[in-house]
């Protein structure tokens, strides 16, 4: 599924979705909910640096929820280490809960993800992944929430 990604005047991206069982709420209202810093990365199109995630090195067996709106997005099971410094996985729960969007940012062309149910940006997916499906979800952990499995 893919979305129109839009500029505004913060230079953070906004997209404007196709289909109608979204989540939408206002800025001000994301930034009351989150923290300061899921808001940045989430909301703003930002990046956590390599390696700070809470999520980097994490082993624990569980479900990771998009931090927004606690869609599931990942299974650990599909998690490896990538040495990026960001949680990798190979694919998420179910591709349909993935957005993906042609970033041009940074004088690059990649390949961004967001959650599909309420826009949050999550990291970009990349073709240099393990099999089975070659890919590389690279996802910020401030976007993300473990729930452990029971």
Same mark, same amino acid.
């Given at each position: 599924?893919?979305?129109?990604?839009?500029?505004?005047? @913060?230079?953070?991206? *906004? *997209?404007? #979705?196709? =289909?109608?069982?979204?989540?939408?709420?206002?800025?001000? !209202? #994301? +930034?009351?909910?989150?923290?300061?810093?899921?808001?940045? *990365?989430?909301?703003?199109?930002?990046?956590?640096?390599?390696?700070?995630?809470?999520? #980097?090195?994490?082993?624990?067996?569980?479900?990771?929820?998009?931090?927004?709106? &606690? !869609? %599931?997005?990942?299974?650990?099971?599909?998690?490896?280490?990538?040495?990026?410094? #960001?949680?990798?996985?190979?694919?998420?729960? %179910? /591709?349909? /809960?993935? !957005?993906?969007? *042609?970033?041009?940012?940074?004088? =690059? +062309?990649?390949? !961004?993800?967001?959650?599909?149910?309420?826009?949050?940006?999550? &990291?970009?997916?990349? %073709? %240099?992944?393990?099999?089975?499906?070659?890919? +590389?979800?690279?996802?910020?952990?401030?976007?993300? @929430?473990?729930?452990? @499995?029971?």
């Amino acid at each position: 599924m893919r979305g129109t990604l839009t500029g505004n005047q @913060k230079g953070a991206h *906004v *997209v404007h #979705w196709a =289909m109608g069982d979204k989540l939408k709420k206002t800025d001000a !209202e #994301w +930034r009351a909910e989150l923290d300061p810093t899921t808001f940045a *990365v989430t909301r703003e199109c930002g990046t956590e640096r390599a390696f700070t995630g809470k999520y #980097w090195a994490t082993k624990t067996p569980g479900t990771y929820l998009c931090a927004c709106c &606690g !869609e %599931d997005l990942f299974a650990s099971d599909t998690k490896f280490d990538s040495g990026s410094g #960001w949680p990798s996985f190979f694919a998420p729960t %179910d /591709k349909a /809960k993935i !957005e993906e969007l *042609v970033d041009a940012s940074h004088g =690059m +062309r990649r390949t !961004e993800i967001r959650c599909g149910r309420c826009g949050a940006h999550l &990291g970009h997916v990349f %073709d %240099d992944g393990p099999g089975p499906t070659g890919l +590389r979800y690279c996802v910020n952990s401030a976007s993300l @929430k473990l729930q452990p @499995k029971e």
